[in-house]
């Protein structure tokens, strides 16, 4: 079957109560547990060395967010980002009138900007823009950002792995909707994938930041040594799968479409993304670190659990198998809700979030 799992669905739009405005609490407290990280990090390591003035010496410092969604953590991002730069700004420049600042709102086409727009804090001290488009190429002139921002977004694929959908290839990944770990071909594939996708978004940002500037990256990712079947969030994976394949043994679902469906999303090890970024050469490691999330020592619900789910596969779902299949999807989980405790609480090992901090180097 051709592969259509190409990164252009979006997280569910809107406001309401399945949106992942709504649904992306875990999202939100990573952004609060790696501020002081991003913080210290701007008070050590950005510069001012050449600011770009106008006539009247104000400095215009140009910020963009890879992968924004809908808000508003991307909002709290901002502002907290923006906050750290003012205070190395004023601490370094005294007598300098205040910055401005620009910033861009980046996610795919499919992404609810209008939802995004409609809900911009009234008291932003920046002006906006919104910017259309997939991450892994370039998106500004070059040389015109000061800070780069992602946070969650890196470890969606810009697409499922070729082989893992060909009934003929030694990838084919029959019986798992992830790449587990546990079939030798089907993680090769997956981490070429992924090192492709990064590599591409490295070469892409380089072009586009200021030497000197800097680019702070928060991914899901996964301890050294460890397989994602072995995690909670893997088992979680496994569990949906198997509520997809009792769907087509019932007829509700198209079995050809279980069996060619892979989540399009990759969870690496700190130690694979180190020597990636060093291979591409375009940036300096500053700072890398492992975040420690209070959600994940939380239990949490299974009706949030599943509404969290729904809001960012619900996109993917409809592309693959239709807005009525997936509809369907959601409406015959009671194997999941069953389930749910004893295969999350029965996990070895849980996934973790990689902190990284890059400076731009200069040619």
């Not at 861009?104 to 209008?114: G, M, P, R």
Request: one cysteine or more; proline letters at 4%.
């Amino acid at each position: 079957m051709e592969n259509e799992e190409s990164k252009t669905w979006a997280m569910v739009g809107g406001d309401g109560p399945r949106s992942y405005a709504q649904n992306s609490s875990y999202q939100r407290g990573l952004v609060e547990v790696a501020n002081e990280s991003m913080s210290e990090g701007i008070k050590d390591k950005l510069e001012f060395n050449n600011p770009c003035s106008d006539s009247s010496n104000i400095f215009t410092f140009r910020i963009a967010d890879f992968g924004c969604s809908v808000g508003p953590n991307t909002f709290v991002a901002v502002e907290k980002i923006i906050e750290a730069v003012e205070q190395k700004h004023r601490a370094q420049f005294r007598s300098s009138p205040p910055m401005e600042f620009q910033v861009f709102f980046n996610d795919v086409t499919a992404n609810d900007f209008n939802t995004l727009f409609k809900t911009l804090p009234a008291s932003k001290k920046y002006f906006a823009a919104g910017v259309p488009g997939t991450f892994y190429g370039r998106l500004f002139p070059k040389s015109t950002l000061h800070l780069a921002y992602s946070s969650y977004s890196l470890h969606w694929l810009s697409r499922v792995p070729d082989e893992v959908v060909d009934s003929k290839s030694p990838a084919w990944n029959k019986g798992s909707i992830q790449c587990s770990g546990t079939a030798k071909e089907v993680a090769k594939a997956y981490s070429a994938q992924f090192k492709r996708d990064m590599d591409n978004f490295l070469k892409a940002r380089a072009e586009e930041i200021i030497g000197g500037g800097l680019m702070v990256i928060m991914i899901g990712g996964l301890p050294d040594g460890i397989m994602m079947a072995q995690t909670s969030a893997g088992i979680f994976n496994e569990l949906f799968g198997s509520c997809l394949v009792d769907l087509a043994k019932m007829g509700l679902v198209s079995e050809e479409k279980v069996d060619a469906f892979n989540l399009p999303a990759y969870y690496s090890s700190a130690k694979e993304l180190e020597d990636i970024i060093k291979n591409n050469g375009h940036f300096c490691i500053e700072r890398m670190s492992t975040l420690d999330h209070p959600m994940m020592k939380m239990k949490v619900d299974v009706r949030i659990a599943i509404s969290h789910f729904r809001a960012v596969f619900q996109g993917l779902l409809e592309k693959h198998f239709g807005k009525d299949d997936a509809d369907r999807i959601f409406q015959h989980f009671p194997k999941f809700a069953e389930n749910y405790d004893s295969v999350i609480n029965g996990a070895t090992h849980r996934h973790v979030d990689h902190f990284i901090l890059l400076k731009r180097n200069i040619n």
